[in-house]
C-alpha cells in the first residue's frame, strides 16, 4: 500500500475519500491540499486504465505544492466499491467524472480536468454534459479507439475472470512484442507489468469488451474546451497519428510532443501543464 504523505509537497496534506457516483458505484478520492491557499484552479485527476498512483508520483508531488489536486480511482480500478452489476466503458467512466464535479461543486472555470490515456477519453466524452465548465482539460495520450485483435477478443470473452492469472502472461507478451517499444521506454512496460499484476479481473474483462466498441472522432468537434493534448512520439500504445488528428478535429486545442511515455509521468509534464495554463491566468 502506497503511503500517500510521500506524494505530498513539503507542508501539503492529504485526505482519503469514498465518493458515490450513483447508487452502485462508489470511487476513492484522494485529495491533496497545497501548504498555502492559492489562487489557482482546482485540478481534477483522472488516469488511465487500470493505472496505479504510483505512475504518477512526480506529477502529484509537484502539483500539490501549488494546486489543489482530486486524483481519482476511476470504476475499473480495484479500489471502487460496486453493488451488483455495471459497466466499465468510456461512457460509464464518463458518468462518473460528471458526477464528481457536481459532487465536488467546482464553480464555473475554477477547475481543470487532467487525464491520461482511457481517463483522458472519459473526459472527452463526457465534455457535453458536464453541470460546469473547466477553465481548460489537459489531456495526456488519450485513445481515440482501443485496438483488441480479434484472437484476443475471443480469448477474453471465452476464458472467465478466474483464468486471468493464466491469462496475464499472454498480455504482458503481447504489449511487449507488438504494442511497445521497450528499447525506448523500458519504463512504460514495466509500469503496465505492475498495473496489470494489480488489476481486478472482473472488471477488466467488462471494460476491455466495452472499449472494443468505442471510437471518439465523432464528439470531437463538438467540444469547445481549451485543450492541451501532450503525446509521446515513442509510445507507439497512444499512437501520434491519432493524437495529431484529435488535435485538428478539436476547434481548440493544442499538441505538445513529451516523446516518451516516461516524461509524460516526469515533473517536465507539470512545466508544459503551467505554461499552457499561463495562457488563460
Keep these: 500500500m502506497e503511503n500517500l504523505i510521500d506524494y505530498c509537497a513539503p507542508g501539503a496534506k492529504f485526505e482519503e475519500l469514498y465518493l458515490p457516483t450513483s447508487e452502485q458505484v462508489s470511487l476513492r478520492v484522494i485529495h491533496f491540499l497545497p501548504a498555502s491557499a492559492r489562487q489557482k484552479p482546482t485540478v481534477l485527476f483522472v488516469a488511465g486504465w487500470i493505472s ?67 481517463g483522458a477519453t472519459a473526459i472527452l466524452d463526457c465534455c457535453q454534459g458536464l453541470p460546469q465548465k473547466p477553465l481548460c482539460q489537459v489531456l495526456i495520450g488519450p485513445n481515440a479507439v482501443f485496438r483488441v485483435p480479434p484472437v484476443g477478443m475471443a480469448i477474453i470473452k471465452m476464458f472467465p475472470p478466474r483464468m486471468y492469472m493464466v491469462l496475464k502472461p499472454v498480455v504482458k507478451w503481447y504489449l511487449k512484442t507488438f504494442r511497445l517499444d521497450i528499447h525506448a521506454d ?71 510532443d513529451l516523446e516518451t511515455n516516461k516524461k509524460t509521468h516526469e515533473v517536465g509534464m507539470v512545466t508544459e501543464f503551467k505554461k499552457y495554463l499561463a495562457t488563460f491566468i
Design 52 to 118: 496505479q498512483i504510483s505512475a504518477w508520483y512526480h506529477i502529484i508531488k509537484e502539483l500539490s505544492g501549488e494546486f489543489e489536486v482530486y486524483y481519482v480511482e476511476t470504476r475499473e480500478k480495484i479500489s471502487s466499491r460496486i453493488t451488483g452489476k455495471v459497466n466499465h466503458g468510456v461512457e460509464d467512466i464518463g458518468q462518473d467524472i460528471k458526477a464528481l464535479v457536481s459532487r465536488l461543486n467546482f464553480q464555473e472555470k475554477q477547475f481543470i480536468l487532467f487525464g491520461s490515456s482511457l
Design 186 to 256: 523500458l519504463a512504460q512496460y514495466r509500469k503496465y507489468c505492475a498495473a496489470l499484476d494489480a488489476a481486478d479481473p472482473w472488471k477488466l474483462k467488462n471494460g476491455v469488451i466495452r472499449l472494443s466498441k468505442y471510437k471518439v472522432w465523432d464528439i470531437l468537434p463538438t467540444i469547445t474546451i481549451p485543450t492541451l493534448i501532450v503525446g509521446a512520439s515513442k509510445d507507439t500504445l497512444h499512437e501520434k497519428e491519432n493524437l495529431e488528428k484529435m488535435v485538428a478535429l478539436l476547434p481548440n486545442a493544442v499538441y505538445t
